[in-house]
């Protein structure tokens, strides 16, 4: 079987891939991180912390403030249903 390099698409492809990753969960997003320079590169972009899906940290997990005021104000939707439930 072929193997296809994610380095080897367009960056506005890649940067979609990475989106795509950070909303399936944290743990996902980390390893992506962790793949290569180029992506960890992207994967820190602010746009990348719309996608992230907060709620699906574990409980004992201690995400840093500063990553979920950054997913705030990217206006996640997991992050604004988090703030509405606190109203």
């Given amino acids: 079987m072929d193997y296809f390099s994610i380095l080897e698409l367009p960056e506005e492809i890649q940067t979609l891939v990475v989106e795509r990753v950070a909303g399936n969960s ?15 590169a992207l994967a820190y972009r602010r746009s990348v912390c719309h996608f992230c899906d907060v709620l699906s940290v574990p409980c004992g997990l201690n995400m840093p403030a500063g990553l979920l005021k950054t997913c705030y104000e990217e206006r996640n939707p997991s992050t604004l249903y988090m703030k509405g439930l606190h109203i």
Avoid: N, T, V
């Avoid at 997003?29 to 992506?39: D, E």
């Fill in 26 to 40: 944290f743990q996902d997003l980390y390893g992506l991180r962790a793949s290569c320079k180029l992506i960890k």
